[in-house]
């Protein structure tokens, strides 16, 4: 196992009716910024629940985060948050909502051009507002780790940037809160949290036992639960396990002391770009065919893949493999995330190649070792 | 799954070499105390890496805090503390060095009698002096968790307490430092591993399906490397992934929002009082006999234990949940450790149930419907 250090100081607050529960945990005085996405949270009461327990501080709103939140949209909550002298952020959303905020916290602080924290990956944020999270759609995991990623619309470009200073304080995940989601939003939920996962497991072993089985666990249970969760939008059992699930798999604990892969995150990042495909299904798009390209690189833990998470035996070692890659496309399929660029209209692969280059993400994947012709390989089998 | 709060600031630095890097944080004018258990630390070389990485700070040292760590000699620590206005505690040891380092951390601030943190169970602290560790030793997973448990010499009582403030900040794990450790001393790490692990996975279903995936990784991990960490000492991947078994063991995570035990922790306790039996040892005495005692109330998760953990497939239902109590004695065995009262010479349970009478543990274990008739048929099966 390599060396590693693991930090984690957000307190999770779990569990049906524990958005009352913010207000110990947000100073009594405190003036509070409540930011959100496209206002679902209004409708379904969410947003009234979150200001009942917020009872007489000052509080302002910020709505209108959009998907792939924009720096151009969220520096105006930035100037918002000086002029009122805002001093606790609250986020009540998806990663898209969470991950904004944290650009707000870090750049509400910040003494340049806030654009030097994209720039500098974070490294140039020194402190940022606290921040708190009313989680309302379990994907991401942002709610329980130190990343963001932002979009600059005017340069059409997404930067993460990482702070211990943007943990969030606190994270409410109230599984009752992701009900009223659509299958769609659901689907795209389990296979994003499922492909944070393979992203720090499906690389090469360096004994990291505890770091694999918990991995496994992670995957054991979304292919238990994927599907019933879309199903079922009330099953609290299955709600409150994808929940904790997609916040396990990024927290930072299953990626500690073990390489990481990222590769499908980079070129999904770019058909995201292109062509407005949602986060989730590109990556249900790249994965399939990722590991098919790279199954002899990742032969060992693949087999370990097909055996322990797919608990196939038959065949020769390279069957089982295929096999627990086709299954995997399957699963996804079965979600109703179509796992072909063609299923979205896409027919050519140039542009994604071309972007690629561009944004000069020519040495992908653990061994930074995925150049053009390989993404190229990849892409054709995503065709 | 019940609610629950997830709250772990710990941050762990873990890997060979790290100990160095405690320089960076400890403030550079902090006021150390080192705190210390038998002096092996002295000879094996860790102390003087540990003072070489604290530079030039002003330090003093406090050594000989023994196993089950007393009040009698902690509050010389706190003395000390106050004395040479101490502001920052590094444990360099094991479970009971760092027990006794947050009893001393939490005294040195208190404005009352120390006792009062022990008798309040921690709710009395408000503040405390921040706590580092070294860890040299692989068992109790006080390294990463806010609870401490302290012998009163003068009334023959140990108590546990509890405070968020008495997290460590930092938390060293070097693997290294474990190779010169007894096989003696390993084997009760992993006993006392596995049985904080059963403690909290061996209830009843509440579907955490996390958790119970996590708490089955674990034990899988420690029968895969158990016997052979004993048996290679100087193997770095078998140490290291003991070491973060351990501490993943009792950081708070495996028991988010599912059932506790502890009946097994609640007699062992006594064992230890009257016997001076090691820990890790009287669990191993307690659990096997606990399990077959509690089958019925048990049964569906030792039914999952047992096909899960030990892949036992073979035998009705109840022979595969006493196949698995089985190897789970064997395998404690194995490790050298002896698991009938019997081996450690006690042959009189009399003086055993007096005490759980005398300490009011009258109601053990997650239905709290252990009461004296139960564990007296439990204690005759440990004979």
Redesign the interface.
Known sequence: ??????????????????IKDIDRRIPADARVMVLYGGGSIKTNGTLSEVLTALGTRHVIEFGGIEPNPSYETLIQAVSLAKQHNINFLLAVGGGSVIDGSKFVAAASCYQGEATEILQSRGSKIKQALPLGVVLTLSATGSEMNSAAVITQKAIKTKSAFFSERVFPAFAVLDPTKTYTLSKHQIANGVVDAFVHITEQYLTYSV????Q???A???L??LL??GETALAEPENY?LR??LM??AT?ALNGLIG??VPQDWSTHGIGHELTALYDIDHARTLAIVLPAMLMERKEQKHAKLLQYAQRVWNIHEGDDTERVIQAVEKTRLFFERLGVPTRLSAYGVTDIQPILSQLANHQLTALGEHRDINLAVSERVLLNCL
């Not at 004994?207 to 505890?210: A, I, K």
């Open positions: 196992m390599f060396n590693f250090d693991f930090y984690n100081p957000t307190r999770v607050l779990f569990g049906q009716g524990r004994n990291g036992l505890v694999d089985r918990f496994e666990g992670l054991q249970t238990e639960i059992d409150s396990n904790w699930v396990m500690a002391g």
